[in-house]
């Protein structure tokens, strides 16, 4: 017996006995016989009467549209004929064995008629404008489908050729339903089949004058929806292969989230602006009998999909999806002359009107100095044209400057009923494009406040959805993140990374995702978010070379909002490339010197590429590792503080060697202690040189405002000048040889009764210095530990007593954790809601 206790059945499947329940299946539902088979236990619910609605087979209507074109354009159409042909035949073997049977000689029959009516067409040019003959080619996969759909559900069930009932007519929006006709048809055919459960043909349908014609593209949904009128039906399900209508078009976004509620309002603004999912006038002809349509999934039953119903509950955001129309222009009427002359506007839309011209987006500004309509790409030119003429005589008298037209737009378009009323909302999807660095052509909201839509260019739209979707909590807040140079600190940072991001995620809804990963020769790019605990196994000797700009560009990529890299190299060539990324709107933090330090021409272009990005780029850990050093001078001179004086120790190797020395153990013993205890680099010259120091002091000085490179530092090495340039072995061997002047000094500092410290010195008039310095015993310096850094700002407001910052200022963990605190400073601007929340 199993442990688990039964699920109670979901609300909808306790729902009372229903008299009449449409089920529509789309083409995903009916992609193979396997899929087909499923339908009987998927209706198996307790109306009596089960009308169910199909498409064609997935992909048939495609393929249904190119034979027919390829006929129009005297092409070869028989290989596609002949493979809709196999594939149909071949899934009628699942419910009948015999190709003789009735099932094969009524789809050889319909395929016979396709085959007909494609011969038509490619013989007779003149045949080409007669709409019915390509209707029928488009609607023969709901003709086939219907048979075998009708087969899976049992000879019980009836088939409805939708064409013998349902009478439409052509308008502006799409078919229009002749509601009487069509009642009067499907009662007749009702006496004389009886009350039985039916499978219906979508998609198709004759006009007024017997002519076969369909509901336009995705226009099986908007059968199901009549057939429910007609019917008089009191539920309509629509299957599909998704779990219901979700926030986004999941291709797309691929962290929307399923509805578990809409109104018909919000269902019908979202299928207009293009979400897939549901035809855009499905709801209209059950929106008038309030029936409940659920939109579910084939492929995952379990799930209790979408309940589209008059009202629906507020949902935790005021933004119920978001949706995308691609190929759009905007047309716009600019002048002067149009200040307050009344009419205006309603002449521009008559112009476009009669042009056949539709209009998905209207924007005035109040000054009515130029009117501006977005409409579809293919119509343009048209509407160009029209507004132009309309406007002839305008533009001759100058009034209008004339029509600006703007193509390879597209319009992206928030939903919400929870939008009426709710201050904030534009506020925050024009913050989430703005930090998408998403320009925004038009906007427009309707009067009813339950659709804001703004045009974009159509490069942008994937970005700019992803954006959208995160500013209102859909998803978190996403950075795509890089990081380059896995050596300790690197390596330190992804196990941080490893242990908070799920809590980030949590608690402050920012989504760190590592997508690349490189080291010196090698990189590795990876689509869906790594794990940065396993990641670094990654980069072995499979992994590509690294190039460092397919690097940035794939962090930077079409779609995530928000892009980062995190350079824990020593590489002054990986710096090289900041301006590029930083322009390029891509964030970079790093504890890496060589850009703050380095060539001062480069500086500046690093820092006109941070304005220009609008991206920001954080330095922190480059001096004194996870110590609030850079922040605390730049508090202190953005709140108005003029700096004197930078004096300190920056270097956690020397600290520790100055602090352990006292003249008991020779200096060269603690220099290789400090190597053994790994506190040095691995060649101890690169610390004694005093170089690291002044690089950092370098950066505190540029901070600070000041033009200070590294040769106008004066740097005392403490390395003898005869051993620069030898091995290090060599160099090691001979380490003795720093000890007796090192003693010297040492004692003459006694003597004065001070003590040596290596210390950083920036002064008032620019003059800066690195070496090592007698201290009297009271001076903050002698008071360290360790490998304590010690940075003591003098200032105007810090006079007398100056700001110190103190604490351990090297090692990975530490210099990981001030990296880790600039990643988070930007995640914060971003929107991210860090910080402790008390339970
Ligand atoms: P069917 O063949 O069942 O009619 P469609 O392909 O026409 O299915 O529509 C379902 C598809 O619509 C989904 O697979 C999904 O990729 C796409 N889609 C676009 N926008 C949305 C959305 N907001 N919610 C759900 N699906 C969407
Ligand atoms: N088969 C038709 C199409 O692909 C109708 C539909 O699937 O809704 O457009
Ligand atoms: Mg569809």
């Known amino acids: 017996m199993s442990a688990v206790a039964p699920l109670d059945p979901p609300a909808f499947a306790r729902a009372p006995q229903r008299a009449c329940h ?36 997935a992909g048939t209507t495609n393929a249904l549209v190119a034979l027919g074109d390829a006929a129009c354009a005297g092409e070869d159409w028989k290989p596609g004929w002949a493979a809709l042909r196999t594939r149909h035949l071949e899934t009628a073997d699942a419910f009948e064995s015999d190709t003789g049977g009735a099932l094969h000689i009524a789809l050889e029959a319909d395929l016979g008629v396709l085959a007909r009516d494609l011969q038509t067409l490619e013989a007779h040019a003149d045949a080409r404008d007669d709409d019915a003959t390509l209707a029928r080619i488009h609607g023969c996969g709901e003709q086939l489908s219907s048979r075998l759909a009708q087969a899976a559900l049992g000879p019980e069930w009836h088939r409805l050729d939708a ?40 998609f198709v349908a004759r006009d007024a004058d017997g002519r076969d014609t369909t509901l336009g593209r995705n226009g099986s949904d908007y059968s199901a929806a009549i057939f429910a009128n007609l019917f008089d039906a009191d539920a309509l399900t629509i299957w599909t292969d998704v779990d219901g209508v979700l926030s986004a078009d999941p291709r797309l976004v691929p962290d929307a989230v399923c509805l578990d509620a809409m109104s018909y309002a919000e269902a019908c603004e979202l299928a207009y602006f293009g979400a897939k999912v549901l035809h855009p006038q499905t709801l209209a002809p059950v929106q008038s009998r309030g029936v409940p349509v659920r939109i579910r999934n084939s492929r995952n039953p379990a ?37 307050g002359v009344p009419g205006m506007a309603e002449r521009l839309f008559a112009a476009l009107h009669g042009a056949g011209v539709s209009v998905t987006m209207i924007s005035q500004g109040s000054s009515e100095h130029s009117i501006c309509c977005v409409v579809r790409a293919e119509q343009a030119q048209r509407g160009h044209d029209a507004i132009v003429e309309a406007f002839a005589d305008a533009i001759a008298e100058g009034q209008a400057q004339g029509v600006a037209m703007t193509g390879d737009l597209c319009v992206l378009a928030a939903v919400g009923d929870g939008m009426v009323g709710a201050q904030g909302v534009a506020a925050r999807l024009f913050d989430g494009l703005a930090q998408a660095h998403v320009n925004i052509r038009a906007i427009a909201q309707g009067a009813s406040e339950r659709n804001i839509s703004v045009a974009i260019a159509q490069d942008d739209a994937t970005r700019a959805l992803r954006a959208a979707h995160a500013a209102f909590w859909l998803s978190p807040q996403t950075v795509s993140v890089g990081v380059i140079g896995p050596g300790n600190v690197g390596r330190a940072l992804l196990a941080q990374l490893g242990e908070v991001i799920p809590a980030l995620r949590a608690r402050a809804g920012v989504d760190l995702r590592l997508r690349a990963l490189a080291s010196g020769r090698r990189m590795h790019l990876a689509d869906a978010a790594l794990d940065p605990a396993t990641a670094g196994t990654l980069l072995d000797e499979a992994a590509a070379a690294c190039d460092l700009d397919a690097f940035a560009a794939h962090v930077r990529g079409g779609h995530l909002p928000h892009a980062m890299i995190v350079d824990c190299s020593a590489s002054d060539a990986v710096a090289a490339k900041y301006a590029d990324w930083l322009a390029a709107g891509i964030h970079v933090v790093t504890p890496n010197k060589h850009a703050g330090s380095g060539d001062w021409q480069r500086y500046l272009r690093i820092a006109d ?18 110590l609030p050093v850079i922040v605390t001078l730049r508090n202190l001179l953005d709140t108005g503080d003029s700096l004197h004086a930078i004096d300190g120790m920056l270097s956690g190797t020397l600290a520790w060697l100055f602090n352990s020395y006292d003249g008991r153990r020779p200096f060269s013993e603690l220099v290789r202690e400090a190597q ?133 200022g090297a090692g990975p963990q530490v210099t990981a954790a001030g990296v880790f605190g600039d990643v988070l400073s930007i995640a914060h601007a971003l929107g991210a809601r860090t910080g402790w929340r008390h339970a």
Request: hydrophobic share 50%; aromatic share 4%.
């Open 676 to 808: 053994a205890l790994g506190y040095t680099e691995p060649d101890p010259r690169d610390d004694l040189s005093g170089l690291d120091v002044a690089r950092k002091l370098v950066i505190l000085a540029r901070e600070a405002g000041r033009t200070l490179s590294l040769d106008d530092v004066a740097i005392e090495s403490l390395v003898p000048e005869a051993l620069r340039e030898v091995p290090l072995a060599v160099f090691l061997e001979r380490l003795r040889e720093l000890d007796a002047p090192m003693q010297a000094r040492l004692e003459a500092a006694r003597a004065d009764g001070c003590g040596l410290r290596h210390i950083a010195h920036l002064g008032a008039d620019g003059e800066a210095s690195v070496g090592v310095r007698a201290l009297p015993a009271d001076h903050a310096c002698m008071h360290t530990r360790l490998t304590d850094n010690l940075v003591q700002f003098t200032t105007a407001r810090y006079a007398d007593n100056p700001l110190v910052v103190q604490g351990p």
């Open 609 to 626: 590429a941070r304005a220009q990005g609008a991206s920001r780029f954080l330095y922190e850990a480059t001096v004194g590792a996870g």
């Open 163 to 202: 064409r013998e009932v349902l009478v439409v007519h052509a308008a502006e929006m799409g078919a229009v339903v002749d509601w009487d006709a069509s009642r009067a048809k499907l009662a007749a055919w009702r006496l004389a089949h009886g009350a039985r459960d039916v499978v219906i043909t979508g």
């Open 22 to 57: 449409v089920h529509k299946f789309g083409g995903s539902s009916l992609a193979d016989a396997a899929h087909i088979a499923r339908l009987a236990a998927l209706v198996a619910t307790d109306a009596r009467l089960r009308p169910v609605v199909v498409s064609a087979m």
């Open 303 to 339: 799930a209790p999909g979408t309940l589209i119903a008059p009202e629906a509950a507020p949902a935790a955001s005021p933004v119920k999806g978001l949706s995308l129309v691609r190929d759009v222009a905007v047309l716009e009427l600019v002048g002067n002359g149009l200040v």
